[in-house]
């Protein structure tokens, strides 16, 4: 009786989010959704009128994307001019333009181009304003919380070493290295020298 060599696992495999176990899933879902209530509204139409929802899907998510395009590139272009205003004079700038929404407008017409109902629903559900604000604080809170919550070595920890204000207001980047000899761990070897 033989017995085969296992392969050995790896002992510091991390495991599986569920993010990436049930995304998959979930895609694959909706397609199926989306594809089955096309199918039910050509049966209920005609194949033409499912034709014409998903040209003016297309045509209005361009005329939104086009428009929050514009109207980031507005907001941008006054907080330069405001910036070197207040440098010119030496007065601190005013604060700057309302530019939220122009990202979850964008969705919204992005969800409006990709072909299917539900898909429209969600992008006409984006250009809601109180949706938008909705959405908005609910995603500042999520990325706040995770990046309260991460340790040493990750991205959060990056974002938070990187932002050290200095009295003036200004930000410096950087990390804080310190030189205590208590915290040093003792080498055993002897420094190089010439």
Do not use: C
């Amino acid at each position: 009786m033989t017995t085969g060599a296992q392969t050995p696992r790896s002992p510091a495999r991390p495991p599986r989010s569920r993010l990436r176990t049930f995304l998959p899933l979930g895609i694959a879902a909706w397609l199926v959704l989306e594809i089955w209530l096309l199918t039910v509204v050509a049966g209920a139409s005609s194949g033409f009128m499912v034709f014409l929802l998903l040209v003016a899907g297309v045509v209005l998510g361009s005329v939104v994307i086009k428009a929050a395009g514009r109207r980031a590139f507005r907001n941008l272009t006054e907080t330069i001019n405001q910036q070197q205003s207040a440098m010119q004079s030496g007065i601190p700038p005013e604060a700057r333009p309302n530019s939220e929404g122009n990202g979850l407008m964008m969705l919204g017409g992005l969800l409006l181009i990709l072909p299917g109902l539900i898909s429209d629903a969600l992008g006409l559900l984006m250009l809601l304003p109180p949706v938008q604000k909705a959405v908005s604080r609910y995603a500042q809170r999520t990325v706040e919380r995770k990046l309260r919550d991460a340790g040493p070595g990750t991205l959060g920890d990056a974002f938070r070493q990187a932002r050290m204000h200095r009295p003036d207001g200004k930000v410096v980047q950087g990390e804080v290295i310190r030189d205590d000899p208590d915290d040093a761990p003792q080498d055993p070897r002897p420094p190089l020298t010439r």
